[in-house]
Nanobody, 120 residues
Framework: QVRFVESGGGLVQPGGTLRLSCVASGSIFSSYAMGWYRQAPEKQRVLVAS???????KYVASVKGRFTISRDNAKNTVYLQMNSLKPEDTAVYYC??????????????WGQGTQVTVSS
């Protein structure tokens, strides 16, 4: 049974930094590409950063140069370092496999996420 537990969110001022962590259970972690997704109020959840099992990374344009995704396979953990945060980064952040882990019947697993709020 897969399980992802996200942490590290909070309230930060514009220009601030946060580091999100996600611990994954199960034996799938090291062989899967992982991603950080976010869902802003009244918007769809979107992938913002991804990392392959080999460590190659990709970012959406809006976070490129500010966010850094990394992974530690020995700890079953994926990180998202977020610098120069902007109010538009406010969202609930989730980690998951990339693409999201399928449970079957068109459903996907999602953890509880961690809230990031950027506000002065």
């Amino acid at each position: 049974q897969v399980r992802f537990v996200e942490s590290g969110g909070g309230l930060v001022q514009p220009g601030g930094t946060l580091r999100l962590s996600c611990v994954a259970s199960g034996s799938i972690f090291s062989s899967y590409a992982m991603g950080w997704y976010r869902q802003a109020p009244e918007k769809q959840r979107v992938l913002v950063a991804s990392i392959t099992s080999g460590g190659s990374t990709k970012y959406v344009a809006s976070v490129k140069g500010r966010f850094t995704i990394s992974r530690d396979n020995a700890k079953n953990t994926v990180y998202l370092q977020m610098n120069s945060l902007k109010p538009e980064d406010t969202a609930v952040y989730y980690c998951n496999t990339n693409p999201p882990y399928a449970l079957g019947a068109g459903k996907y697993y999602w953890g509880q996420g961690t809230q990031v709020t950027v506000s002065s």
